[in-house]
């Protein structure tokens, strides 16, 4: 039984790839996959099959995905275009009889009306289509997302957002990469399944603005900011035009409970509480 991870290389699949060898997968039954020799190059470096494949060439995806039986696609990274490059990867799965493909969505993919979810849902739409056997990971946001802003919030004594009341059930990507081993190792039939992801304990803006300050042992407050003058302030902090409405647009979203997950998938697949947020607080400030 040959799986594949594509997108190894990012920080999300070099954890599912710890995570595999952690539940007892051979590491002569990975491949990684990713587009960069250079980054592939560690991974080869713990005895597993490293193969280039970029999602924009379905040629060499083609050959990438050969005597694959199970892929993990992880999501590419380059917003706008991911429709087309997952296209790409689902079509050389067909072509090579990849028999599961596990997709890492976003969480409530259908219902949370994100902007960000646009070019999940159309390869929710793509894999339906494919007559591949697939299961989807649909990820909640992750913890990361806010503690690597950990010294802004720090400095400024404020954490900034549009979000206002709504509950973010976020889990740190570790967590998410276990529950992605723990499916594509799994015996039982995952075709079909979609997994809800999130943390066990949703919180709002306010709280992880509490729970940074208790951390720290200082003070830090949470300021609901108008979405125009939040975009403003991430274009100006360097954040791409594009990329700040769509983070803003999830933050209004959030509002209408976009990111809150009321399953317990998360916590079931990895057999363990999520890790919580003051937990994933105290790590960083710890290092
Ligand atoms: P990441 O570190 O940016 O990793 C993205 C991976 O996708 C990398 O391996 C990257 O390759 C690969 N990739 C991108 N474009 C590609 C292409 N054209 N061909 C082949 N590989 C390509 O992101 P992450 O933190 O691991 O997260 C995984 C995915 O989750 C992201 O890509 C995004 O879709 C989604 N995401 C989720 C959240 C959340 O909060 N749930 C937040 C951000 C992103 P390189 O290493 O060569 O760049």
Redesign the pocket.
């Known amino acids: 039984m040959k799986i594949a991870i594509?997108?190894?290389?990012?920080?999300?699949?070099q954890l599912v790839i710890d995570a595999l060898l952690a539940r007892g997968a051979d590491p002569a039954q990975l491949i990684a996959l990713?587009?960069?020799e250079e980054?592939l190059a560690p991974l080869a470096g713990k005895g597993i099959e490293t193969r280039v494949?970029?999602?924009?060439v379905e040629a060499g995806l083609v050959s990438a995905l050969e005597g694959v039986d199970k892929l993990l696609l992880?999501?590419?990274?380059?917003v706008g275009q991911?429709i087309t490059?997952h296209e790409n990867v689902i079509q050389a799965a067909q072509r090579v009889n990849v028999s599961l493909i596990a997709y890492?969505s976003?969480a409530n993919a259908l219902t949370g009306n994100m902007k960000l979810a646009q070019e999940h849902v159309a390869t929710e739409q793509l894999l339906a289509g494919s007559g591949i056997d697939y299961v989807l990971l649909r990820?909640?946001?992750?913890t990361e997302?806010y503690t690597d802003q950990l010294m802004g919030y720090l400095n400024s004594g404020v954490v900034l957002g549009a979000a206002g009341d709504g509950r973010i059930s976020a889990a740190p990507?570790a967590d998410y990469a276990e529950a992605a081993a723990a499916i594509l190792l799994s015996e039982e039939n995952e075709a079909g399944k979609i997994y809800e992801l999130g943390g066990d304990k949703s919180f709002t803006l306010s709280q992880l603005a509490g729970a940074v300050g208790a951390a720290a042992g200082q003070e830090v407050a949470y300021q609901d900011v108008e979405p125009e003058q939040l975009v403003t302030i991430y274009t100006e902090s360097g954040v791409p035009a594009q990329f700040a409405e769509i983070l803003v647009d999830t933050d209004l979203r959030v509002r209408e409970g976009a990111l809150e997950i009321n399953s317990s998938d998360l916590s079931r697949l990895i057999g363990r509480s999520t890790t919580s947020l003051g937990k994933a607080i105290k790590d960083v400030l710890a290092k």
């Open positions: 594509a997108g190894a290389t990012g920080q999300l699949g990713g587009r960069s980054k494949a970029d999602y924009n992880i999501s590419g990274s380059e991911r490059q890492t976003v990820n909640g946001w992750y997302n990507r």
